[in-house]
């Protein structure tokens, strides 16, 4: 697997068409992307992991509060230091593109919200999240009585069962209302 | 059989996939070992082990995948496997698990043989073929590099407006195909009556023709005069009726297409927004808009959303006091509401007044400097435009005194300024029509709409390049200076701006009956507006403080558009009625299509007339009161299965809802009995999960 040699082979090219959701041309762009991202020595060698850091220099993620949590959630690394391959990278915008299901979104985005990786999002992952969304200082953050009233609309609308947490299924029902997402959750290159 | 199953099983994977923590006793049952072994865990647990060997990684993999293992562990039974015929890409990993996934179902396809991995391969080339050609497709559509500029740097409210705007375009290309079909061709090419002079520009015409539309316009194909009857003159195929089937069909075609989008939107948004509330969650789950690159526009964002909820909280709160309000505080809001409202009223009626009195000065026919006729001439199209800019602002700060909540208060403004807008235009029409009794009032009527679409255009253009730029400059030269502080920041606000849009879809309708042309000169007109509205979101202005959703606020804009055409079609109706009296009394020289006596009434009666019998009746009952009966009841019947079709589906999802409800307490209750029981026990299950657990990586923090 030459992954990440500087030219990528016709047979890979076709493996990669059918294994995600993306278009030649959207494929070769990722490459080139992707390349720009090495030192001249990974050039050389295969199967590469990037950093968090440097993937985080893309102007595409840079401004994404959720940054940190993309790379996490995409990462194939054993270390979880978020390190991404090139076919991490092209799973990543797979999901993030504009063919993709909203089954495939909605759950990759349930994975990014969930911040401890429990595979539920309790009121601790909520938190954080609107946090993210509100931006992380002091002054931008909500007061303590405004998140505790928030988070209580929050599950008194989605938690069907009414167990105290979001589960994927809660989760993508919400979603799956929503017209707007599947415009929204999108990163293009 | 067997693949049935399979289905249903992953139907139950990603329908049920439940997990809870509340309660103490259930913090016991997800720290046991089966609970790891659930498909539902398995199915949201991100799968990250790709070194360890497949045989104990395939135990915990993601949900497809379960299905596959079990289609491969039959394989090792018997030859009766179907494949999963789900996309490889629509699997939820990473993509050396989706090659392994692969490698297993190639197995599978050369056991089911050769035709059967032709057809698929086959199958996948005519997706992507279709797939290739869709993109290229939207490639070409037009602005598509433009509305991702935008949506990048204002996000999705601000890219809705110019989707409208792309919309209404479309439409207007389309409405000229259908002028081009009916009305234009077949005056090329079976000529006018032998009385018309030909068509050529001089003698005391002028530039200023282009805007006033009077002299070498009045005599061109722009106008409804110019349409005179031709050599085609069969009983049922001649100009006036062609001329009269396009304008019916543009009506008509524009009813389908702005109800449709109407309906297709608030399917999504109220219907079931109202009963199965999820505001909050869509705030919060679909609330960040990943397309945003620039850092400003992330920050901005981040604002947008902080007001959002701060905003939705405030509403909460406020419904809470609205509610525990005492009887003296209900009546004294009570009376200063209706005083305001009167205040609206009567700004409405001055309103209505001073476009009144305009008609009439501009009807005022004598000499004067050509500038002066000029600004007497256009002074209706600028006592409308004046007072459409001026007022929506004034309700805007009135509704901000009548203790409404602040959506409230948006919408008050919207539904005011609507009305001040279309009522505006239509009392306008009105007095024109009143006073036209030149030699040919429908050219007149025209050269109205007309005027009143350039002046329009040039309106938006001024203020574009002669107030937002300069305000920008100021902003950016002088940040300090008392101006630009008493100023502010513009804002690009959409709803005034979407009400332009449609006030000016209403003027292209009403006109396109007098003004055949007018659509053509729309499209050029959006087009413009496009450009310069570009230009100011994208050089002038800082993102508003409201959000607007995408989905929500278009339904609102298709919502107007469908008032703007039913108040366009009403128009042209009355219009054509009152015509009906005044031809009758012979007021005022005939002129276009329908002259010599001519009325689109008779005009169709000559056609009904020659007609075999049969068709007459049939078309006679059609248009008499008798037929009107069936038509209702028919209506009655439809609506009424539609209704009940839509309570059962609500019931229908009251139902699901409750049995996801009781299937994941049923789990819940399974799980723990299940624990309780392998702890009194101790069997060598126990040993063999652990023996599997070690292979397992701990659960990700």
């Known amino acids: 697997m030459g992954t990440t040699a500087s030219q990528l082979g016709k047979d890979l090219l076709s493996e990669y068409q059918e294994l995600t959701f993306l278009t030649k041309q959207e494929i070769l762009l990722a490459h080139k992307r992707f390349t720009e991202l090495l030192t001249k020595d990974e050039k050389e060698l295969q199967n590469t992991r990037v950093p968090t850091e440097r993937i985080l220099t893309l102007p595409e993620l840079k401004s994404n509060p959720f940054r940190k949590r993309i790379c996490h959630v995409f990462s194939t690394s054993e270390q979880k230091d978020g390190s991404l391959t090139f076919e991490d990278f092209l799973d990543l915008l797979s999901a993030f593109s504009d063919s993709a299901t909203l089954e495939i979104k909605s759950h990759y985005a349930f994975r990014i919200f969930d911040f401890d990786d429990d595979g539920t999002l309790d009121r601790g992952d909520l938190e954080k999240l609107v946090n993210c969304l509100t931006g992380e200082t002091d002054e931008t953050r909500l007061t303590r009585d405004e998140m505790r009233q928030l988070i209580d609309n929050i599950l008194e609308e989605s938690d069907i069962d009414k167990d105290g947490t979001v589960n994927l299924s809660e989760f993508q029902h919400v979603i799956s209302r929503s017209p707007d997402f599947v415009s929204s959750f999108k990163i293009v290159l | ?181 009916f009305i234009l061709g077949p005056t090329t090419f079976y000529g006018r009556s032998n009385s018309s002079e030909p068509l050529k520009f001089g003698g005391s015409d002028s530039f200023l023709d282009f805007f006033l539309g009077t002299g070498y316009l009045d005599r061109s194909p722009v106008f409804f005069g110019f349409y005179t009857r031709g050599s085609l003159d069969l009983p049922c195929l001649n100009t006036p009726l062609l001329y009269l089937a396009g304008i019916l069909t543009i009506f008509f075609l524009s009813l389908i297409l702005v109800v449709r989008r109407t309906t297709v939107g608030y399917k999504h948004t109220w219907m079931l927004g109202k009963r199965y509330s999820m505001n909050v969650s869509y705030k919060i789950f679909c609330g960040w808009d990943f397309t945003i690159q620039d850092p400003a526009a992330a920050t901005l964002k981040h604002s947008f959303i902080r007001n959002d909820l701060k905003l939705f909280l405030e509403e909460q709160s406020f419904s809470l006091r609205d509610a525990q309000r005492t009887l003296g505080q209900r009546v004294r809001l009570f009376l200063l509401r209706s005083v305001l409202n009167l205040l609206v009223l009567s700004l409405l009626v001055g309103a209505f007044a001073l476009i009144y009195i305009s008609t009439k000065k501009s009807d005022d026919k004598s000499k004067h400097y050509w500038l002066v006729s000029l600004v007497l001439e256009y002074l209706p199209p600028i006592t409308i435009t004046l007072v459409n800019l001026v007022l929506p602002h004034i309700f805007r700060k009135i509704s901000s005194f009548e203790d409404y909540s602040f959506t409230m208060q948006v919408n008050a403004t919207l539904v005011r300024s609507i009305f001040l807008k279309l009522a505006s235009l239509g009392i306008y029409l009105f007095f024109s029509l009143k006073t036209g009794h030149q030699q040919c009032g429908e050219n007149m009527f025209g050269r109205e709409m007309y005027k009143l679409c350039i002046f329009n255009f040039l309106a938006n253009f001024c203020s574009a390049f002669l107030l937002n730029y300069p305000r920008k400059l100021l902003q950016e030269w002088y940040p300090s200076s008392l101006l630009s502080r008493l100023l502010g920041k513009q804002r690009f606000l959409i709803p005034f701006y979407v009400l332009d849009l449609v006030y000016s879809q209403t003027v292209f309708w009403v006109g396109v009956y007098y003004c055949p042309l007018l659509p053509l000169i729309g499209t050029v007109i959006l087009m413009g507006t496009f450009y310069i509205q570009k230009f100011t979101v994208l050089w002038c202005c800082v993102a508003e403080q409201r959000m607007f959703r995408g989905s929500s606020s278009s339904v609102l804009f298709h919502f107007m558009l469908l008032l703007g055409l039913i108040m366009a079609a009403t128009t042209l109706g009355f219009n054509l009625y009152h015509q009906k009296d005044t031809n009758d009394q012979n007021m005022r020289l005939p002129c276009g299509p329908f002259g010599n006596g001519k009325t689109m009434f008779n005009v169709t009666e000559t056609c009904v007339n020659s007609l075999p019998s049969l068709a007459q009746t049939t078309l006679r009952y059609l248009a008499s009161e008798a037929f009107a009966l069936p038509l209702i009841l028919a209506e009655i019947i439809i609506l009424t299965s539609y209704v009940s079709r839509g309570r059962a589906n609500q019931k229908a999802i009251e139902r699901l809802k409750d049995m996801l409800v009781m299937s994941s307490s049923d789990k819940r209750f399974l799980v723990k009995q299940h624990t309780t029981m392998l702890r009194h026990q101790r069997n060598p299950h126990r040993v063999r999960s652990a023996a599997i657990e070690e292979d397992v990586p701990p659960p990700p923090l």
């Open chain 2, 1 to 181: 059989m067997e693949e049935h199953n399979n289905v249903n099983f992953m139907r139950l994977l990603s329908d049920e996939s439940n997990r809870s923590t509340v309660s103490s006793d259930s913090c016991e049952y997800y720290q046991t070992e089966i609970f790891d072994q659930l498909p539902s865990i398995q199915a949201i647990r991100p799968e990250q082990d790709r070194q360890c060997c497949w045989e104990a990684s395939e135990a915990y993999q993601g949900g497809p995948e379960m299905g596959e293992r079990i289609s491969h562990g039959q394989l090792s039974r018997g030859p009766k496997v179907k494949a999963s015929t789900q996309p490889l890409k629509n699997m939820v990993m990473c993509i050396q698990g989706k090659r392994d996934a692969r490698d297993r179902r190639k197995m599978q396809i050369s056991s089911i043989g050769f035709w059967e991995s032709w057809r698929r391969s086959q199958s996948i080339n005519w997706k992507r073929g279709w797939a290739q050609m869709g993109g290229t497709l939207s490639g070409l559509l037009p602005w598509q590099r433009s509305l991702h500029t935008i949506e990048g740097r204002f996000g999705v409210g601000v890219k809705a407006y110019f989707v409208f705007l792309r919309y209404l375009v479309y439409m207007n290309i389309l409405h000229c195909a259908l002028i081009c079909g």
